[in-house]
């Protein structure tokens, strides 16, 4: 599944792999997320999982996003496994540390490395991504069905504000979006 750039994932280099990866990842090449995530098999196993340095929850942004620090101090919600990832009513992306677009993934490709992070569980989804729920049949549908799990996602633009509160509207002052819930429909299901 290795979407790299000139790198192959190696199953006994695994700890290098991350190494390589984590490096590429903190100095803006967020191509190499898919490498990353791999390693982490590997690391899960000897009592170091996660990605992004063991982070409680799956935080799929370069360490240099402004973001990815306020991301941390989001409060968790019962029920839900949070997802943080740049997205829009269709896909999702990582960016590179100017803030350019590094990696583009499809629901289904994103359903894909989920599947491979350690830190999620399987669980139903909170997908802290820009309006990934404005459509009904858009980012956050698609990602229920390829997991068969209910996703919660915001309908307009979601801010993060340093304490990890969230906001979600045109600007972080107007929160007039809404989180709205997605049931898995197995008939819309992307192959």
Same mark, same amino acid.
């Given at each position: 599944?290795?979407?790299?750039?000139?790198?192959?994932?190696?199953?006994?280099?695994?700890?290098?792999?991350?190494?390589?990866?984590?490096?590429?990842?903190?100095?803006?090449?967020?191509?190499?997320?898919?490498?990353?995530?791999?390693?982490?098999?590997?690391?899960?196993?000897?009592?170091?999982?996660?990605?992004?340095?063991?982070?409680?929850?799956?935080?799929?942004?370069?360490?240099?996003?402004?973001?990815?620090? =306020?991301?941390?101090?989001?409060? @968790?919600?019962?029920?839900? %496994? $949070?997802?943080?990832? #740049? *997205?829009?009513?269709?896909?999702?992306?990582?960016?590179?540390?100017?803030?350019?677009?590094?990696?583009? =993934?499809?629901?289904?490709?994103? @359903?894909?490395?989920?599947? %491979? $992070?350690?830190?999620? #569980? *399987?669980?139903?989804?909170?997908?802290?991504?820009?309006?990934?729920?404005?459509?009904?049949?858009?980012?956050?549908?698609?990602?229920?069905?390829?997991?068969?799990?209910?996703?919660?996602?915001?309908?307009?633009?979601?801010?993060?504000?340093?304490?990890?509160?969230?906001?979600?509207?045109?600007?972080?002052?107007?929160?007039?979006?809404?989180?709205?819930?997605?049931?898995?429909?197995?008939?819309?299901?992307?192959?």
């Amino acid at each position: 599944m290795s979407r790299t750039t000139g790198l192959q994932y190696d199953g006994e280099k695994e700890v290098e792999a991350y190494e390589y990866g984590l490096e590429q990842l903190k100095k803006g090449n967020g191509q190499d997320l898919d490498l990353l995530i791999e390693a982490t098999d590997y690391l899960d196993s000897i009592g170091e999982s996660g990605i992004m340095e063991g982070e409680a929850l799956s935080i799929y942004m370069n360490s240099s996003d402004e973001l990815y620090n =306020y991301a941390k101090n989001v409060k @968790a919600i019962d029920g839900f %496994e $949070d997802m943080i990832i #740049h *997205g829009d009513k269709f896909g999702f992306e990582v960016r590179d540390k100017n803030g350019g677009i590094a990696s583009v =993934y499809t629901p289904r490709e994103f @359903a894909e490395i989920l599947r %491979e $992070d350690p830190n999620y #569980h *399987g669980g139903n989804i909170r997908l802290i991504s820009c309006e990934t729920g404005a459509e009904d049949v858009g980012a956050a549908q698609m990602l229920a069905n390829q997991l068969n799990v209910i996703v919660m996602a915001p309908t307009d633009i979601l801010w993060i504000l340093p304490d990890g509160k969230i906001t979600i509207g045109p600007t972080w002052r107007e929160n007039t979006g809404k989180w709205k819930i997605f049931k898995p429909k197995g008939d819309l299901k992307i192959k």
